[in-house]
């Protein structure tokens, strides 16, 4: 029995930790997310563009860099956040965890692991 509650215990102070960082967690979510699909992005910019001037390419690459993916970030990291809150705080971890254990499976599918 006082296994049970240790195993119980350790639950609530993940649970807290999750719930208190919620916000960092989503944005790590949305970072890793865009790693992931970063080459898919700059592969179709990179198809658009690639009869373009040599420096208009250029320029267009590094806007996509700074305010594209910036942006990305910004407008996707409170959509997620706000996913993450409607969570049952009981799974909060739980789910946290699955979503980061998928987005390895992928970057190992990808081959970027």
């Not at 960092?24 to 690639?50: H, M, P, W, Y």
């Not at 040599?54 to 700074?66: A, D, M, N, S, V």
């Amino acid at each position: 029995m006082i296994f049970w509650n240790y195993i119980e215990d350790l639950n609530l102070y993940f649970i807290d930790l999750t719930q208190l960082y919620s916000g960092e967690i989503s944005l790590a979510f949305v970072a890793t997310c865009l790693v992931l699909f970063g080459d898919n992005i700059n592969g179709f910019v990179r198809q658009r563009v690639k009869k373009y001037f040599f420096l208009l390419r250029i320029l267009i690459f590094i806007l996509l860099c700074t305010v594209g993916y910036g942006l990305m970030t910004v407008t996707i990291h409170p959509i997620i956040h706000n996913l993450f809150l409607k969570v049952p705080t009981d799974y909060s971890f739980i789910v946290a965890t699955l979503c980061f254990i998928y987005l390895g499976v992928m970057a190992e599918r990808k081959r970027i692991l």
